[in-house]
């Protein structure tokens, strides 16, 4: 039976990576940082010795090969858009679970937990865990959360969330006391843990005691139609909802586990986010992390990020930033007191163009549905022209595919019809039937049309905009004329939903570095996000309430192959399915990538310490600087 115990088992292996549970060394003596040493010198906050959980999370951070820190300062970062305070969530990652700087999973809220067959997690939690207001983090965080707000209908309408699901079942949850809880399934739900180790986290846990005085169940009724009043909403559910908000970050008054919690209430250019007393990472000097105490969010317009990380206003940054930025900010390092780091990057493409196998037009749907035509357009792209011209040579040419540093690397599988051959490309797309052209040189449709590709863009990347311009040339060569249009954001993401678009581009798989315990799901159509079956992934996030099944035969057998690894009782059984998959993918060039790899710039103040120099810079897995753990962070003077 597959039976791992991540309290005993781990421990040496957290140890040699710099996370040591309580209970693997005697935990340090504990001292009281500056910042919130007046309040509990007045009285309002505990001492650190009573904020802490018994048994921290101890952070080795020699074994990691890093400096041990000194508490204090500012931490200056941008980001463009004022829902994106969310990515404190993100980078804080504080998580059940999450991943360390290898990639595996290991417990960080979480004491321990015990995995049987993939069908049952038993989920320890820390003893002494708190809440940032200082209220105990239990299993009746997870019972409400479960009971009264997961299953509860209107707050939840459309029921627990689909990840919890398996074979269309929920689990049976339970909660023997009150550090230990129980998920189980009759069948194996083998993408649990990764789930909880997200990025953007699905929250199987709330701060019961705060939102239980928005629920009808718990509060006061008169009390809670004041409440609801003054919200100026329309129920009880519609105001739990607003205030129950853990991953956007927006409520102050909302207790979180983070690093560090929200200092500030309504849209401002500027937010601040505070130490969190009540954290459970300590390092080995018994100094309660995060080290910085204050970080400073500007949001600033997407075009001034590099302006004003080349003038030295901010001290860590990576989002907002491209590779053409690189030799700007290289020029500002003195002046602007940085260093400009160059990270790996985790998505399987840099650039990827998505034909829209659902597009509403009828003729054209059936030209992209045409594997020969999608293989024709992939070949007629000259990859090292672009990766020279926008890359200096940097990136690597490609088909979009899993990364070298994934096991499921296959050299074919990422060189696969991403050759540059014009004559071949040219030859399949005669052989589709389309080998007639107008007086231009531009092929025509059966029914008569030029066929005029138009790719909609986000319009924030200027180097998609410049390789599309290559494209543009050299498809030319085939007889394809290149539209380009360029768009908001969520206008883009909008139309490619309801079949509108007929092509788009954006970034490959976000994951393009899966391991052995990575759900293959995002290869299949289970999402409308990947851009090239918006209709098929609504088809089966819906339950077939909206969108079209899949009605082509390698799409089936991807549906097919993701549930066969969702079952597997064996990592064979599992590494099969991925490597078929990923086959079936570079066969059939659902997403014609350009090239992968292309260093992503990150400035690091010349104060700030424990960032490392070279690292990967991916949201799946890893929420870009979260698996680098910024709480270790620290300003050297």
Known sequence: MFKTTHRFMLAGSLALLGWLPAMAQSVPDLQEGAFWKTEVDSGHLPPVQERIPSEPLVVDLAAKGRDLGVPGGTMRTMVTRSKDIRQMVVYGYARLVGFNEKYEIVPD????????????????????????????????????WWEDVANNELLSPSGPPDF?????????????????????????????????????????????????????????????????????????????????????????????LQPWLNASSGKKIRHNFVRNPYYHRIDTNGVQLPYIDVVEMEIVAPGLVAAKANAGETDLQGRGLAFRDASILKKGEAEGGYKTYLWKTGVASQIAIYPNLNYEDEAWREVLRDVRVRRALSLAIDRKTINQALYFKLAQPGAMSVLPASPFYNEENAQAWAQFDTDMANALLDEAGLDQRDGNGIRLLPDGRPMELVIETAGER????????????????????????????DILRNRVFAG?????????????????????????????????????????????????????????????????????????????AWNEMLKIHADQIYAIGVLNGAPQPIVVSNRLRNVPEQAMWAWEPGAHFGVHRPDEFFFAD
């Open 109 to 144: 809220l979480l004491a321990s937990y015990e995995n049987e067959d993939n069908r049952k997690f038993t989920l320890r939690l820390r003893d002494g865990h708190k809440w940032s207001d200082g209220t105990p983090f239990t299993s009746e965080d997870f019972r409400y």
């Open 164 to 256: 919890l699901l398996v074979e269309g079942q929920v689990p049976t949850v339970t909660f023997p006391d009150e550090k230990t809880v129980i998920f189980e399934w009759d069948d194996p739900n083998p993408d649990f843990l990764q789930s909880l180790a997200q990025a953007r986290p699905p929250f199987i846990y709330r701060p019961s005691a705060f939102l239980k005085q928005y629920h009808e169940k718990f509060a006061d009724g008169e009390e809670l139609a004041l409440q609801v009043e003054d919200a100026r909403v329309k129920s009880w559910a519609a105001l739990h909802n607003k205030v129950d908000n853990l991953y956007k970050f927006d409520n102050h008054e909302l207790p979180t």
């Open 462 to 489: 200027q180097e998609v905009e410049n390789a599309l311009q290559i494209i543009t040339d050299d498809w030319r060569k085939i007889g394809v004329k290149l539209v380009m249009r360029p768009l908001d954001r």
């Open 500 to 576: 509108n678009t007929m092509a788009s581009v954006w970034f490959g798989w976000d994951d393009g570095i899966p391991q052995m315990h990575t759900s293959p799901a995002y290869l299949a159509p289970t999402d409308q996000v990947f851009l090239a079956w918006p209709k098929w992934g609504q088809h089966y996030q819906t339950g077939g309430d909206v969108g079209e099944a899949p009605d082509m035969p390698e799409a089936e057998r991807l549906m097919t192959l993701a549930h066969d690894w969702e079952v597997a009782t064996s990592d064979e059984d599992r590494a099969a």
